[in-house]
């Protein structure tokens, strides 16, 4: 047992208060402040997930100080590395920070090892805290809350955190360093940041220094439940839980805004299939960074503590049962009375869609989520009246005499859906009625000899020449009417097998002639497979089935013409229709003419200047000595032709191809 320790100040590091003893006891020798604490010299000095404190609590808990479990929770940042975790995980961690003696495996297993956040580099220390501990206690010491990664400010006093001269990952790492006045200048430093990233830097630094004040109720096993439900409430993720990654992504940098997330080294990319944001919202099979966690949970709850109110929340984009019947028929109307709801899928919107079905018979669907008490009053589409608002319509029309518009408005529909249940229930209701019985006899007659009429002619065809004798049968006689209709015809399809070899040789055809088309057209076109297939009708066949068609595959491969080529048959035609108006063929004419930019081939280059001197000489291009330039085999026609002269003029680097 230790004969003297040093008081363990509020939110102070377990490394602070071992580096004061070391400071205290007068120790020569960093090994033997090692010696005293763990009883051996091999324990490195970790400053933020300590181990082997099992070891040192056994020498220094007859000081009256804290439970080893609150050291570690309230003096280290285990805190913050485990409230993401599982538990097994966090009571893993903390049995080895207890009786373990190898840092690297408590890194492994929170995940900080593998992270892109990294850790600051120094010590770090608010200048206003500095003073008021060396006032009020006689010495400054390292805070808990200033050195959780990417934390850059003092919520005690708002101020910037500064860089002490002591690097956070000592290269000795067998010795504890104390905070004092020679190792933490004072400066003013300023912020360079704007307000926006200001503001988000101060809720980062609330949200973290909350995960190490007090132990995480939240369950590891509701977060990515938790989290599914505030993306389908915020409109991301639809009502099976499918996300949209790319409105994800440009809502949380629209959010945040990109200067901050690359401050806390969190930028998020939707073109990147490794994301740290994809990958959070899907199964957790990895740990992630608790600086990540809290930009998610800000972005969709606000805070950490927030999150518990969404953990046990059901998602229900139509709210809770029971729920209201629309039918204005009903006596009910406009109460909560409807307990079936279907949900579906809308396949345009990806949006939940229900359908609710109530007692009296009426069926009605509505696009959701409802966001709004209004939307719960809403009808999206009807799909079936029922007995009581058809047995109203009746009572309405037919026994109070109450005219179409009238009724209509009683039961707040169209007056053209009215007209058509009403029609039909007056039909259904004497249809013994021997004048009813002859309008069907009639009707039937008519459609019968329009039948006879148009042997040929498919119910499609029928329906334009008499829509209104279609639409009469089709509401009041459906059954007679299919019956007694042009049943449709399946259409066989006859395969026929393609004879290539016959096919190449039209599509050679037809290539040659589209080639020699565009080789006449005054000014150049660019000569590619796209421009012949397009001009011939061939395009399909020459992107899709080429090689099955190996006469047309060498002919076009021959044809068509590099990109340097092309240019070089607009420098020609651009040279003598320059010279042919009269002007002077200058290198910057060529230019514009040609269309030819700064950033081209440098034999294209050479080429030019070969053809303007020619015509400053007052050599002018033949068209009856011509030759190829680009001459590939002696097989393949040529794609651009020039002169014996210009053919001598060209550097013979040009014979590349």
Known sequence: MLAYFPKLYEDELLYSWFARYHVHSANNSPKQT???LFGTTNTIAIPDLPTHLNEVYGRIKHFDIPEIDQLIKEHTLFRYYTT??????????????????????????????????KECDYFRFCSLCLLEDTQSKGEPYWHVSHHIPEVYTCLKHGSYLNNSTVEFRNGKKHEYFAASKENCLLSNKTSIHTEKVKTFLKVIAEQSISLILKDSSLEFENIQRTYKHLLRQNGIANANGTINQQKLAEQFKLFYGEELLNIVQSSVSYENPSCWLKSITRKHRKAFHPLRHILFIHFLANSVENLNKFSEIEYQPFGRVPYYCLNPAALHYKEKVVFDLQISLCKDTKRPVGTFSCSCGFIYSRRGPDKFQEDTLKIGRIKKFGHVWEDKLEQLVHHEKKSWYAAAKELKCDIGTVKKYSTKSLFEENQSNPDIVEIVRLKQLDWLLLLKKYPEHSVTN?????PALYVWHYRNNLAWLQNNSPKQTLKT???KRVDWSERDIQVLHDVKEAFIELKSIEKPTFINKSRIGKESGCLVLLEKHLDKMPRTKQYLESCIESREEFQIRRIIWACKKINDSGQ???MWRVKRVAGIRENVNPQVDIYMEGEISK???GVQNTENQTMAIFERNSDTPVAWQCTMEEQSMVHTDWLYM
């Open 84 to 117: 993401f975790q599982p538990k097994h995980i966090g009571d893993s961690i903390l049995n080895y920070m207890k009786f373990g003696n190898r840092s690297s495996t408590v890194y492994l297993k929170t995940g900080v090892a593998a992270s892109s956040v």
């Open 462 to 466: 029928l329906r334009k020449i008499a």
């Open 34 to 36: 090692m010696r005293d």
């Open 493 to 495: 399809n006859i395969s």
């Open 615 to 617: 015509y400053k000489e």
């Open 584 to 586: 002077e063929v200058v």
